[in-house]
Protein backbone atom coordinates (compact mmCIF):
# COMPACT_ATOMS: atom_id res chain seq x y z
CA UNK A 1 0.00 0.00 0.00
CA UNK A 2 0.77 3.48 -0.71
CA UNK A 3 1.00 7.17 1.54
CA UNK A 4 -1.48 9.79 0.60
CA UNK A 5 0.33 12.86 0.30
CA UNK A 6 -1.62 15.83 -1.40
CA UNK A 7 -4.37 13.41 -2.63
CA UNK A 8 -1.48 11.35 -4.64
CA UNK A 9 -0.97 7.52 -3.67
CA UNK A 10 2.80 7.70 -3.43
CA UNK A 11 5.93 5.50 -2.66
CA UNK A 12 8.77 6.78 -0.51
CA UNK A 13 11.08 9.54 -2.47
CA UNK A 14 13.81 6.58 -1.99
CA UNK A 15 11.54 3.55 -2.53
CA UNK A 16 12.17 2.45 0.53
CA UNK A 17 9.66 0.31 2.66
CA UNK A 18 8.60 -2.09 5.30
CA UNK A 19 7.28 -5.08 5.68
CA UNK A 20 3.27 -5.14 7.61
CA UNK A 21 3.32 -8.62 9.03
CA UNK A 22 0.62 -10.80 10.55
CA UNK A 23 1.98 -11.48 13.87
CA UNK A 24 -0.40 -14.65 14.62
CA UNK A 25 1.73 -16.35 11.53
CA UNK A 26 4.52 -14.50 10.73
CA UNK A 27 3.78 -13.81 7.20
CA UNK A 28 4.26 -11.16 5.39
CA UNK A 29 0.39 -9.42 4.43
CA UNK A 30 1.78 -6.33 2.48
CA UNK A 31 4.50 -3.78 2.63
CA UNK A 32 3.87 0.20 3.06
CA UNK A 33 6.91 3.09 2.84
CA UNK A 34 9.42 4.14 4.72
CA UNK A 35 8.96 8.16 4.37
CA UNK A 36 12.20 10.01 4.27
CA UNK A 37 12.26 13.58 5.34
CA UNK A 38 11.75 15.35 1.81
CA UNK A 39 8.01 13.39 1.69
CA UNK A 40 7.48 14.38 5.24
CA UNK A 41 8.62 17.96 3.94
CA UNK A 42 5.81 17.77 0.55
CA UNK A 43 2.96 16.22 3.31
CA UNK A 44 4.22 19.57 5.53
CA UNK A 45 4.17 21.80 2.42
CA UNK A 46 0.45 20.44 1.29
CA UNK A 47 -1.10 20.68 4.68
CA UNK A 48 -0.68 24.75 4.53
CA UNK A 49 -2.57 24.81 1.40
CA UNK A 50 -4.47 22.80 3.12
CA UNK A 51 -5.48 24.48 6.45
CA UNK A 52 -6.05 27.55 4.58
CA UNK A 53 -8.57 26.31 2.01
CA UNK A 54 -10.32 24.09 4.85
CA UNK A 55 -10.59 26.28 7.20
CA UNK A 56 -12.92 28.49 4.65
CA UNK A 57 -14.71 25.47 3.93
CA UNK A 58 -18.69 25.77 5.83
CA UNK A 59 -19.02 23.61 8.73
CA UNK A 60 -21.88 21.74 7.04
CA UNK A 61 -20.02 21.23 4.29
CA UNK A 62 -17.51 19.61 6.18
CA UNK A 63 -19.91 17.32 8.31
CA UNK A 64 -21.57 16.47 4.69
CA UNK A 65 -17.72 14.84 4.24
CA UNK A 66 -17.14 13.22 7.62
CA UNK A 67 -20.91 11.77 7.52
CA UNK A 68 -20.16 10.37 4.18
CA UNK A 69 -16.79 8.83 5.38
CA UNK A 70 -18.77 7.32 8.36
CA UNK A 71 -21.18 5.59 6.00
CA UNK A 72 -18.19 4.40 4.06
CA UNK A 73 -16.64 2.85 7.06
CA UNK A 74 -19.14 0.92 8.00
CA UNK A 75 -19.68 -0.05 4.05
CA UNK A 76 -16.65 -1.66 3.87
CA UNK A 77 -16.84 -2.45 7.78
CA UNK A 78 -16.02 -6.45 6.97
CA UNK A 79 -12.58 -5.79 5.29
CA UNK A 80 -11.31 -3.21 7.33
CA UNK A 81 -12.02 -5.18 10.52
CA UNK A 82 -10.24 -8.37 8.38
CA UNK A 83 -7.14 -6.39 7.88
CA UNK A 84 -6.52 -4.66 11.14
CA UNK A 85 -7.42 -8.22 12.68
CA UNK A 86 -4.38 -9.64 10.24
CA UNK A 87 -2.12 -6.60 11.09
CA UNK A 88 -2.60 -6.62 14.82
CA UNK A 89 -3.73 -9.91 15.47
CA UNK A 90 -6.81 -8.45 17.63
CA UNK A 91 -9.51 -10.76 17.55
CA UNK A 92 -12.05 -10.18 14.39
CA UNK A 93 -15.18 -10.15 16.75
CA UNK A 94 -12.91 -7.13 18.76
CA UNK A 95 -11.96 -5.93 15.18
CA UNK A 96 -15.36 -5.68 14.44
CA UNK A 97 -16.61 -3.86 17.09
CA UNK A 98 -13.53 -1.53 16.72
CA UNK A 99 -14.88 -0.50 13.35
CA UNK A 100 -18.86 -0.09 14.42
CA UNK A 101 -17.09 2.06 17.30
CA UNK A 102 -15.81 4.47 15.04
CA UNK A 103 -18.09 4.83 12.76
CA UNK A 104 -20.86 5.91 15.41
CA UNK A 105 -18.09 7.96 16.69
CA UNK A 106 -17.25 10.22 13.93
CA UNK A 107 -20.72 10.93 13.47
CA UNK A 108 -21.07 11.96 17.02
CA UNK A 109 -18.09 14.35 16.48
CA UNK A 110 -19.74 16.16 13.73
CA UNK A 111 -22.54 16.64 15.20
CA UNK A 112 -21.50 17.75 17.95
CA UNK A 113 -18.95 20.12 16.21
CA UNK A 114 -22.02 21.49 14.39
CA UNK A 115 -22.88 22.61 17.50
CA UNK A 116 -20.52 24.17 19.32
CA UNK A 117 -21.91 27.55 20.76
CA UNK A 118 -20.34 31.46 20.86
CA UNK A 119 -20.74 33.79 23.68
CA UNK A 120 -22.22 37.07 23.51
CA UNK A 121 -20.51 39.39 26.18
CA UNK A 122 -22.10 42.89 27.07
CA UNK A 123 -20.27 46.13 28.98
CA UNK A 124 -22.17 49.00 29.66
CA UNK A 125 -21.02 52.10 30.63
CA UNK A 126 -22.56 54.77 32.36
CA UNK A 127 -22.73 57.19 29.96
CA UNK A 128 -25.06 55.02 27.91
CA UNK A 129 -22.70 53.15 25.49
CA UNK A 130 -20.87 49.86 25.98
CA UNK A 131 -18.90 47.50 24.18
CA UNK A 132 -20.48 44.30 22.51
CA UNK A 133 -18.14 41.22 22.04
CA UNK A 134 -18.31 37.82 21.21
CA UNK A 135 -16.22 34.56 21.11
CA UNK A 136 -15.73 32.78 18.24
CA UNK A 137 -13.79 29.11 17.78
CA UNK A 138 -11.61 29.31 14.88
CA UNK A 139 -9.28 26.21 13.90
CA UNK A 140 -5.47 25.50 14.84
CA UNK A 141 -4.24 25.33 11.50
CA UNK A 142 -2.18 21.69 10.72
CA UNK A 143 -2.59 19.13 13.38
CA UNK A 144 -0.51 16.06 13.56
CA UNK A 145 -1.98 12.54 14.67
CA UNK A 146 0.11 10.12 15.86
CA UNK A 147 -1.94 6.91 16.13
CA UNK A 148 -1.30 3.61 18.05
CA UNK A 149 -1.33 -0.06 17.27
CA UNK A 150 -3.92 -1.50 19.92
CA UNK A 151 -7.22 0.28 18.41
CA UNK A 152 -5.61 2.31 15.62
CA UNK A 153 -9.24 3.29 14.24
CA UNK A 154 -10.87 4.24 16.91
CA UNK A 155 -8.15 5.96 18.15
CA UNK A 156 -7.75 7.56 14.44
CA UNK A 157 -11.15 8.92 14.55
CA UNK A 158 -11.20 10.70 18.62
CA UNK A 159 -8.04 12.62 17.08
CA UNK A 160 -8.97 13.26 13.26
CA UNK A 161 -12.96 13.69 13.34
CA UNK A 162 -12.48 16.60 16.21
CA UNK A 163 -9.78 18.04 14.07
CA UNK A 164 -11.19 17.99 10.71
CA UNK A 165 -14.91 19.16 11.59
CA UNK A 166 -13.09 22.37 13.18
CA UNK A 167 -11.55 23.10 10.41
CA UNK A 168 -7.93 22.11 10.70
CA UNK A 169 -6.03 20.23 7.96
CA UNK A 170 -4.34 16.93 9.60
CA UNK A 171 -1.08 14.80 8.97
CA UNK A 172 -1.83 11.14 10.20
CA UNK A 173 1.19 9.26 11.45
CA UNK A 174 0.51 5.62 12.20
CA UNK A 175 2.28 2.81 14.22
CA UNK A 176 3.95 0.60 11.65
CA UNK A 177 2.13 -2.11 13.47
CA UNK A 178 -1.34 -0.85 12.16
CA UNK A 179 -0.15 1.21 9.02
CA UNK A 180 -2.34 -0.66 6.22
CA UNK A 181 -5.21 -0.31 8.25
CA UNK A 182 -4.73 3.61 8.64
CA UNK A 183 -3.60 3.94 5.02
CA UNK A 184 -7.67 2.37 4.10
CA UNK A 185 -9.41 4.55 6.34
CA UNK A 186 -7.69 7.64 5.39
CA UNK A 187 -8.41 7.08 1.49
CA UNK A 188 -11.71 6.40 2.43
CA UNK A 189 -11.82 10.17 3.77
CA UNK A 190 -10.69 11.38 0.61
CA UNK A 191 -12.98 8.92 -1.28
CA UNK A 192 -16.17 10.74 0.79
CA UNK A 193 -14.79 14.51 -0.22
CA UNK A 194 -11.84 15.27 2.00
CA UNK A 195 -9.57 16.91 0.14
CA UNK A 196 -5.63 15.79 0.00
CA UNK A 197 -4.34 18.28 1.51
CA UNK A 198 -6.75 18.64 4.32
CA UNK A 199 -6.11 14.65 5.09
CA UNK A 200 -2.46 12.84 4.63
CA UNK A 201 -0.97 9.59 5.89
CA UNK A 202 2.95 9.25 6.52
CA UNK A 203 4.30 6.10 7.58
CA UNK A 204 7.33 4.47 8.43
CA UNK A 205 9.40 4.15 12.16
CA UNK A 206 8.03 6.75 14.40
CA UNK A 207 11.50 7.57 15.69
CA UNK A 208 12.10 9.29 12.45
CA UNK A 209 8.90 10.35 11.54
CA UNK A 210 7.67 11.46 14.53
CA UNK A 211 10.60 13.64 14.75
CA UNK A 212 10.39 15.29 11.43
CA UNK A 213 6.44 16.20 11.81
CA UNK A 214 6.78 17.65 15.16
CA UNK A 215 10.36 19.75 15.19
CA UNK A 216 8.65 22.17 13.01
CA UNK A 217 7.19 25.71 12.52
CA UNK A 218 5.02 24.22 9.69
CA UNK A 219 2.34 22.66 12.59
CA UNK A 220 0.24 23.54 15.40
CA UNK A 221 -0.78 20.85 17.64
CA UNK A 222 -0.05 17.11 18.77
CA UNK A 223 -2.25 14.71 19.33
CA UNK A 224 -0.49 12.05 20.62
CA UNK A 225 -1.47 8.06 22.15
CA UNK A 226 1.57 6.58 23.08
CA UNK A 227 4.01 5.75 25.38
CA UNK A 228 5.09 8.36 28.17
CA UNK A 229 8.85 7.84 26.83
CA UNK A 230 7.76 8.89 23.36
CA UNK A 231 5.50 11.36 24.44
CA UNK A 232 8.66 13.27 26.35
CA UNK A 233 10.66 12.68 23.36
CA UNK A 234 8.08 14.71 20.80
CA UNK A 235 7.04 17.42 24.08
CA UNK A 236 11.10 18.46 24.21
CA UNK A 237 11.13 18.33 20.31
CA UNK A 238 8.02 20.65 19.92
CA UNK A 239 8.49 22.80 22.59
CA UNK A 240 10.85 25.50 20.74
CA UNK A 241 7.42 26.49 18.67
CA UNK A 242 5.31 26.07 21.57
CA UNK A 243 3.03 23.40 19.78
CA UNK A 244 -0.57 22.84 21.08
CA UNK A 245 -0.14 19.56 22.81
CA UNK A 246 -2.72 16.43 23.68
CA UNK A 247 -1.15 13.21 24.91
CA UNK A 248 -2.83 10.05 26.25
CA UNK A 249 0.03 8.13 27.70
CA UNK A 250 1.13 5.25 29.44
CA UNK A 251 -0.32 3.59 32.57
CA UNK A 252 -0.30 1.28 35.61
CA UNK A 253 -3.48 1.38 36.57
CA UNK A 254 -4.63 -0.44 39.68
CA UNK A 255 -7.70 -1.65 41.38
CA UNK A 256 -8.38 -2.13 44.81
CA UNK A 257 -10.51 -5.29 46.13
CA UNK A 258 -11.93 -5.72 49.05
CA UNK A 259 -12.43 -8.29 51.01
CA UNK A 260 -16.46 -7.44 51.02
CA UNK A 261 -16.50 -7.44 47.29
CA UNK A 262 -18.07 -9.66 44.98
CA UNK A 263 -15.43 -12.29 43.89
CA UNK A 264 -17.17 -13.62 41.00
CA UNK A 265 -18.61 -10.28 39.74
CA UNK A 266 -14.59 -9.39 40.22
CA UNK A 267 -13.23 -12.48 38.43
CA UNK A 268 -15.86 -11.95 35.49
CA UNK A 269 -14.74 -8.03 35.17
CA UNK A 270 -10.78 -8.86 35.21
CA UNK A 271 -11.42 -10.43 31.86
CA UNK A 272 -11.19 -7.06 30.39
CA UNK A 273 -7.26 -7.67 31.13
CA UNK A 274 -7.15 -10.36 28.19
CA UNK A 275 -9.68 -8.43 25.63
CA UNK A 276 -6.96 -7.20 23.02
CA UNK A 277 -4.61 -9.52 24.74
CA UNK A 278 -3.87 -7.10 27.49
CA UNK A 279 -3.16 -3.92 25.54
CA UNK A 280 -5.07 -1.52 26.47
CA UNK A 281 -3.83 1.83 28.18
CA UNK A 282 -6.49 1.80 30.67
CA UNK A 283 -6.92 -2.34 31.16
CA UNK A 284 -6.56 -3.18 34.71
CA UNK A 285 -2.57 -3.76 35.08
CA UNK A 286 -2.31 -3.95 39.43
CA UNK A 287 -4.86 -5.74 41.29
CA UNK A 288 -4.65 -5.26 45.04
CA UNK A 289 -6.97 -7.59 46.95
CA UNK A 290 -7.39 -7.73 50.36
CA UNK A 291 -5.62 -10.72 52.10
CA UNK A 292 -8.50 -11.89 53.82
CA UNK A 293 -9.56 -12.80 50.28
CA UNK A 294 -6.53 -12.89 48.23
CA UNK A 295 -6.12 -16.88 48.15
CA UNK A 296 -9.57 -17.11 47.03
CA UNK A 297 -9.66 -14.75 44.30
CA UNK A 298 -6.54 -15.79 42.96
CA UNK A 299 -7.93 -19.39 42.41
CA UNK A 300 -10.86 -18.06 40.84
CA UNK A 301 -9.43 -16.24 38.66
CA UNK A 302 -7.00 -18.86 37.54
CA UNK A 303 -10.10 -21.27 37.04
CA UNK A 304 -11.49 -18.37 35.42
CA UNK A 305 -8.36 -17.80 32.97
CA UNK A 306 -8.20 -21.63 32.22
CA UNK A 307 -12.08 -21.15 29.82
CA UNK A 308 -10.28 -18.28 27.75
CA UNK A 309 -10.63 -19.36 23.86
CA UNK A 310 -7.12 -18.23 22.88
CA UNK A 311 -6.20 -18.74 19.48
CA UNK A 312 -6.18 -17.61 15.72
CA UNK A 313 -7.91 -13.98 15.57
CA UNK A 314 -9.23 -14.35 12.48
CA UNK A 315 -11.75 -17.08 14.00
CA UNK A 316 -15.13 -15.80 15.76
CA UNK A 317 -14.87 -17.72 18.51
CA UNK A 318 -11.52 -16.51 19.50
CA UNK A 319 -11.42 -14.89 22.87
CA UNK A 320 -8.11 -13.72 23.05
CA UNK A 321 -5.72 -13.08 20.09
CA UNK A 322 -1.66 -12.79 20.03
CA UNK A 323 0.29 -9.69 20.77
CA UNK A 324 1.19 -7.19 18.02
CA UNK A 325 4.47 -8.80 17.25
CA UNK A 326 6.74 -11.10 18.67
CA UNK A 327 8.75 -8.89 20.09
CA UNK A 328 5.97 -7.16 22.27
CA UNK A 329 5.81 -10.54 23.33
CA UNK A 330 9.28 -11.23 24.16
CA UNK A 331 9.11 -7.85 26.35
CA UNK A 332 6.17 -9.21 27.89
CA UNK A 333 8.08 -12.38 28.64
CA UNK A 334 11.18 -10.05 30.35
CA UNK A 335 9.07 -8.45 32.43
CA UNK A 336 7.54 -11.17 34.07
CA UNK A 337 10.68 -13.05 33.86
CA UNK A 338 12.15 -9.89 35.75
CA UNK A 339 9.36 -9.84 38.08
CA UNK A 340 9.40 -13.34 39.08
CA UNK A 341 13.55 -13.16 40.11
CA UNK A 342 12.19 -10.21 42.52
CA UNK A 343 10.54 -12.86 44.09
CA UNK A 344 6.81 -12.93 42.82
CA UNK A 345 5.61 -16.90 42.47
CA UNK A 346 4.26 -17.76 38.72
CA UNK A 347 1.04 -18.88 39.70
CA UNK A 348 -0.22 -19.93 35.95
CA UNK A 349 0.59 -19.16 32.21
CA UNK A 350 3.89 -17.78 32.13
CA UNK A 351 4.52 -18.90 28.31
CA UNK A 352 5.25 -17.97 25.02
CA UNK A 353 5.49 -19.08 20.98
CA UNK A 354 5.92 -16.55 19.13
CA UNK A 355 3.88 -13.72 19.10
CA UNK A 356 1.24 -15.68 21.72
CA UNK A 357 1.95 -15.28 25.48
CA UNK A 358 -0.19 -17.20 27.48
CA UNK A 359 -2.72 -15.38 30.30
CA UNK A 360 -0.33 -15.28 33.39
CA UNK A 361 -0.98 -14.95 36.94
CA UNK A 362 1.79 -14.38 39.58
CA UNK A 363 1.24 -14.14 43.42
CA UNK A 364 3.38 -12.95 45.92
CA UNK A 365 4.10 -9.58 44.34
CA UNK A 366 4.78 -7.23 47.68
CA UNK A 367 4.22 -3.37 47.13
CA UNK A 368 8.14 -2.95 46.55
CA UNK A 369 8.37 -4.69 43.42
CA UNK A 370 8.86 -2.94 39.74
CA UNK A 371 5.35 -4.15 38.63
CA UNK A 372 3.75 -2.84 42.01
CA UNK A 373 5.14 0.60 40.71
CA UNK A 374 6.34 1.78 37.61
CA UNK A 375 6.79 -1.30 35.42
CA UNK A 376 4.00 -1.46 32.80
CA UNK A 377 3.20 -4.55 31.42
CA UNK A 378 0.92 -4.25 28.22
CA UNK A 379 0.06 -7.72 28.54
CA UNK A 380 -2.32 -10.43 29.87
CA UNK A 381 -0.17 -10.25 33.03
CA UNK A 382 -2.51 -10.29 36.66
CA UNK A 383 -0.05 -9.41 39.26
CA UNK A 384 -2.02 -10.07 42.89
CA UNK A 385 -0.34 -7.62 45.54
CA UNK A 386 -2.41 -7.93 49.05
CA UNK A 387 -3.03 -5.53 51.24
CA UNK A 388 -4.64 -5.10 54.58
CA UNK A 389 -5.97 -1.54 55.32
CA UNK A 390 -7.83 0.52 53.03
CA UNK A 391 -5.13 3.61 53.88
CA UNK A 392 -2.23 0.65 52.73
CA UNK A 393 -4.28 -0.04 49.35
CA UNK A 394 -4.40 3.61 48.26
CA UNK A 395 -0.81 4.30 48.93
CA UNK A 396 -0.27 1.01 46.65
CA UNK A 397 -2.43 2.58 43.85
CA UNK A 398 -0.61 5.71 44.17
CA UNK A 399 2.85 4.80 43.93
CA UNK A 400 3.50 5.24 40.37
CA UNK A 401 4.20 7.57 37.87
CA UNK A 402 1.29 7.28 36.04
CA UNK A 403 -2.67 8.46 36.52
CA UNK A 404 -4.30 6.48 34.06
CA UNK A 405 -7.42 4.97 34.96
CA UNK A 406 -8.11 3.23 38.46
CA UNK A 407 -10.90 0.99 40.26
CA UNK A 408 -12.33 -0.22 43.54
CA UNK A 409 -14.51 -3.45 43.97
CA UNK A 410 -16.27 -3.37 47.56
CA UNK A 411 -19.71 -3.91 49.10
CA UNK A 412 -20.06 -0.89 50.89
CA UNK A 413 -20.78 1.60 47.65
CA UNK A 414 -19.47 4.71 50.14
CA UNK A 415 -16.02 3.19 50.91
CA UNK A 416 -16.32 2.75 47.17
CA UNK A 417 -16.59 6.30 46.47
CA UNK A 418 -14.54 7.47 48.91
CA UNK A 419 -11.04 5.30 47.73
CA UNK A 420 -12.39 6.24 43.88
CA UNK A 421 -11.89 9.79 45.15
CA UNK A 422 -8.31 9.34 47.13
CA UNK A 423 -7.05 7.24 43.69
CA UNK A 424 -4.76 9.86 41.33
CA UNK A 425 -6.45 9.15 37.82
CA UNK A 426 -8.00 10.70 35.20
CA UNK A 427 -11.07 7.89 35.44
CA UNK A 428 -11.97 5.82 38.32
CA UNK A 429 -14.35 3.26 38.14
CA UNK A 430 -16.55 2.36 41.80
CA UNK A 431 -17.81 -1.45 41.14
CA UNK A 432 -15.77 -2.39 38.45
CA UNK A 433 -12.13 -2.58 36.77
CA UNK A 434 -10.15 0.26 35.40
CA UNK A 435 -10.85 -0.44 31.33
CA UNK A 436 -13.70 2.16 31.01
CA UNK A 437 -14.30 5.18 28.49
CA UNK A 438 -17.12 6.47 27.05
CA UNK A 439 -17.05 8.89 23.90
CA UNK A 440 -18.41 12.05 25.70
CA UNK A 441 -16.45 11.56 29.18
CA UNK A 442 -13.18 13.47 29.73
CA UNK A 443 -10.40 10.59 29.10
CA UNK A 444 -6.85 11.44 30.06
CA UNK A 445 -4.52 10.61 32.81
CA UNK A 446 -2.66 12.71 35.87
CA UNK A 447 1.24 12.69 36.24
CA UNK A 448 2.87 11.32 33.93
CA UNK A 449 0.15 9.86 31.76
CA UNK A 450 -0.50 12.23 30.06
CA UNK A 451 -1.51 16.10 29.22
CA UNK A 452 -5.24 17.21 28.03
CA UNK A 453 -8.51 15.58 27.94
CA UNK A 454 -9.79 13.73 24.66
CA UNK A 455 -13.78 13.37 24.38
CA UNK A 456 -16.53 14.85 22.37
CA UNK A 457 -16.67 18.70 23.65
CA UNK A 458 -13.47 18.24 25.49
CA UNK A 459 -11.07 17.13 22.27
CA UNK A 460 -13.29 19.68 20.11
CA UNK A 461 -12.17 22.41 22.24
CA UNK A 462 -8.21 21.22 21.84
CA UNK A 463 -8.59 21.27 18.56
CA UNK A 464 -10.19 25.42 18.13
CA UNK A 465 -8.36 28.21 19.45
CA UNK A 466 -10.85 31.31 20.99
CA UNK A 467 -11.06 34.74 18.93
CA UNK A 468 -12.61 37.30 21.05
CA UNK A 469 -14.30 40.23 18.59
CA UNK A 470 -15.40 43.34 19.85
CA UNK A 471 -17.65 46.17 18.53
CA UNK A 472 -17.02 49.38 20.45
CA UNK A 473 -19.53 52.16 21.32
CA UNK A 474 -22.98 50.51 20.93
CA UNK A 475 -26.35 52.12 22.20
Known sequence: MKMMINGQRVDASDGKTVNAVNPATGKVIDTFPYATREDVACALEAAQQGKADWANTSISARAKMLYRFAD????????????????????????????????????????????????????????????????????????????????????????????????????????????????????????????????????????????????????DCINFTGSTEAGVSLTQRSAKYLHRVLMELGGNDPVVIFDDANIEAAVEDAMSRVSNTGQTCCATKRFIVHNAIREKFTQA?????????????????????????????????????????????????????????APTVLGSVTKDMDVAKDMEIFGPVYPIIGFDTEEDAIAIANQTIYGLNGGVMSGDMIRGLRVASKIQAGTVVSNGMSQWRSDSAPFGGYKMSGIGREGLNFTLEEMSQLKTIVIKGVK
Open 301 to 357: LIERLKKVKVGDPQLDETEMGCCVSEKAAREIEAQVNETVAQGAALLYGGTRDGAFY
Open 72 to 219: LLEKNAEDIARLQCAETGKPISQARGDVANSAALTRNFTECGKHIESTLHKDLYAAGLGDLAFDVREPLGVVVCIVPFNYPIDTLLHKVAPALIMGNAVIIKPSSDAALTLIRCTELLLEAGVPGNVAQIVTGPGASIGDYLVDTDQI
